[in-house]
């Protein structure tokens, strides 16, 4: 049985939300503060984090930031809950090491498919792992058993939705793919107006494989389309990011 940590100071949203997690066949534990969902995340190794930003003593942006530095929590999806919608605001959550956001208020059946769809993309196993599919063209190799890239001459370690995101553009290869597209592929949910979950990932990605991220030349953006991930074949002469 999957356990759910739930890191939210409204008491009735977070009593609301574990009984439906719980009918849904989770196990769910509960906090209320910065403080104790760090030290509650650390003793019980959750499957899953539901974080709410504006927390007191330690807000949810910081507290995220310190489970990512934490190599015993760096992996747990976490997906944020917060009354902020702004674009800025999901780009801070993003930014901190949160997987997917949420903005309240929202549908619990809404809740309910993207925690299931963050367990099952983070099972352990990369979606990369149990299909007979690309994992390798010229410069770039994909290492689904543990998370990497083997970019050029380096390795390359990649968050889960980095991996995923790579791994969906190599499939592709040389083809534009629709951010509608990649946000079924890789979050796992229908899509909605907003990109910048995908803005946000594609910047991180390429800061680990671009020689100038503001320039990009393997991941490109197709304005108005998506983006396309264009590799030189093996042999020829290319510049790989330092």
Aim: hydrophobic share 40%; glycine share 6%; charged share 25%.
């Amino acid at each position: 049985m999957p356990r759910i940590l739930v890191i939210d100071d409204d008491v009735a949203i977070s009593e609301l939300i574990s009984i439906n997690l719980e009918m849904a066949g989770y196990d769910v534990s509960q906090t209320v503060d910065g403080i104790k969902g760090q030290a509650m995340a650390l003793q019980l190794l959750p499957d899953l984090i539901l974080l709410d930003v504006m927390l007191p003593k330690v807000d949810g942006f910081t507290v995220c930031q310190r489970l990512r530095r934490d190599e015993r929590t760096a992996e747990i999806p976490i997906l944020m809950l917060t009354a902020l919608g702004q674009t800025q605001n999901k780009v801070e959550g993003f930014n901190a090491g949160a997987d997917d956001y949420l903005t309240k208020p929202f549908e619990l059946e809404e809740l309910l498919a993207r925690v299931r769809a963050l367990l099952r993309r983070t099972d352990r196993i990369p979606q990369a792992a149990k299909h007979s599919e690309i994992l390798n063209y010229g410069p770039l190799t994909l290492v689904p058993e543990r998370f990497e890239a083997i970019w050029f001459d380096g390795t390359v370690k990649l968050t889960h939705l980095e991996f995923e995101l790579l791994h969906c553009l190599l499939q592709r290869h040389g083809q534009t793919v629709s951010p509608s597209e990649i946000l079924k592929e890789v979050w796992g949910y229908d899509p909605d107006d907003d990109i910048e979950t995908i803005r946000v990932h594609v910047r991180h990605l390429r800061t680990k494989l671009e020689p100038d991220p503001r320039h990009p030349k393997y991941i490109k953006t197709v304005y108005g389309a998506g983006y396309c991930l264009e590799l030189p074949a093996a042999g020829d002469r290319v510049v790989a990011a330092s």
